[in-house]
């Protein structure tokens, strides 16, 4: 059972442009959102995350949309650049408890095209 | 680097074998996560520890099992390998039990290959 699902296993963006990485959830419980990056042979890094209390957080040239309602979450990047290049999971955890894991999605890879 | 040491890089093992994964937290971390990621899958959460203790378990094999010990560093014990057991395994630190607030902070992860 696939409680967080990134449906897109790949987007090409042309440099400069907007990428819009979409992610959807199905547990209600889960109240923080994340992304995270990774390059090949590196581990995944932390980019930004989102609180369920919030509909949007930014960060540079990083931006996380939430919609509760719709149990759906985005990234956007603008501009896109050549080192945006890599996969992105998106990620959430449940409501305060002492189980506090991350659950992660399938990954979106994202090509940005000169 | 992230700060998080995992070793070995790569691993490569008959089927049958036992493997054991290290993993050096962050400095001041005390949660270790161990992930596993496979072909065409997500981060699949395998097991969590705080300050010694097993905090949470997720798809863990029974054929798997993993310590903290007392200077924090973490081990994953795979056993009787099998050929699905090709993966790469990421541990990853926080500070706390629920100090995600900011993210996990992720190794470079071992490359497991069983042949």
């Known amino acids: 059972d696939q409680q967080v699902k990134q449906n897109s296993p790949s987007l090409s963006v042309q440099e400069g442009r907007i990428s819009i990485l979409n992610c959807d959830y199905t547990n209600s419980m889960f109240d923080y959102f994340l992304w995270y990056k990774k390059y090949p042979a590196e581990g995944p890094t932390f980019l930004i995350s989102i609180s369920s209390i919030k509909d949007k957080n930014e960060d540079g040239r990083f931006t996380v949309f939430l919609n509760k309602s719709a149990k759906h979450l985005s990234l956007h990047i603008v501009p896109s650049q050549p080192g945006d290049s890599a996969v992105y999971f998106c990620?959430?955890?449940?409501?305060?408890?002492?189980?506090?894991?991350?659950?992660f999605g399938k990954g979106t890879r994202l090509h940005i095209l000169p | 680097d992230s700060g998080v040491t995992q070793t070995p890089k790569h691993l490569i093992t008959a089927t049958g074998q036992r493997v054991t994964l290290r993993c050096s937290p962050r400095s001041g971390d005390l949660s270790v996560y161990w992930y596993q990621q496979s072909l065409d899958q997500g981060l699949q959460f395998l097991i969590q520890?705080?300050?010694?203790?097993?905090?949470a378990k997720g798809n863990i094999l029974e054929r798997f099992s993993a310590q903290q010990f007392p200077d924090l560093h973490s081990e994953l014990n795979l056993s009787s390998l099998e050929l699905g057991d090709s993966a790469l395994y990421f541990c990853?630190?926080?500070?706390?039990?629920?100090?995600?607030?900011?993210?996990?902070?992720f190794g470079s992860g071992t490359r497991l290959t069983v042949v």
């Open positions: 520890y705080y300050n010694g203790e097993e905090r």
């Open positions: 990853a630190s926080s500070v706390t039990s629920r100090g995600m607030r900011g993210g996990y902070t």
């Open positions: 990620a959430a955890t449940p409501r305060a408890n002492r189980d506090d894991k991350i659950i």
